[in-house]
């Protein structure tokens, strides 16, 4: 994998990096969050703030945490992924803004309906929040549960887009 072009933004919600490979946006973490690159791999990034992409994800991003619901139109890259992490990522882009599904729900959307927790792991490790809405993934019976940037960044998020149980 090439190494990736970061940009640095200061959010409502905390500091977020965006970072975009040869094919497209492939992260967007906040500062501290798990499963978020390393330290080493983050000093080997280029900071570019004139990347067309790293600009457009930006403002996305910013939209989302001021109340607009937009869907990303542009490129990603998730290629970090292993094929079923991949398949469950492209799951969450089809989860509309002010709606939530299980990861039972989304584990028998696969089908693959016993892989609950395998969906689960997936959608911890999804490196690009927000764009792809893993915060929209609730438990069972709608509660909150994990989230990689924090439980009030989830709480928050679902509240921005409207989500009816908030």
């Known amino acids: ?20 490979s040869t094919h497209g946006l492939c992260g967007v973490w906040f500062d501290g969050q798990q499963h978020g690159p390393s330290d080493a791999q983050r000093q080997k990034w280029t900071q ?5 992409v ?9 939209a ?22 991949q398949s469950v990522w492209r799951a969450l ?3 509309p803004a002010g709606q939530s599904q299980s990861y039972g729900e989304l584990a028998r959307q696969l089908g693959k309906p016993q ?4 969906v689960g792991a997936a959608v911890g490790r999804n490196p690009v929040s927000i764009i792809v809405p893993c915060h929209r993934v609730l438990g069972g019976s ?15 998020l679902l509240q921005l887009e409207g989500h009816p149980s908030l």
Request: aromatic share 6%; glycine share 12%.
């Open 48 to 52: 570019d703030e004139h990347h067309p």
């Open 142 to 156: 709608g509660q909150l549960t994990g989230y990689a940037g924090g439980l009030w960044r989830k709480q928050a």
């Open 1 to 20: 994998m090439n190494t990736p072009s970061t940009l640095r933004i200061d959010s409502p919600l905390g500091p977020i990096t965006l970072a975009a």
């Open 115 to 118: 892989a609950a927790r395998a």
């Open 54 to 62: 790293l600009q457009s994800a930006a403002a996305h991003v910013l």
């Open 93 to 95: 882009l089809r989860i």
């Open 64 to 85: 989302c945490l001021g109340g607009s619901s937009q869907t990303w139109k542009g490129p990603l890259d998730l290629s970090a992924g292993t094929a079923f992490q």
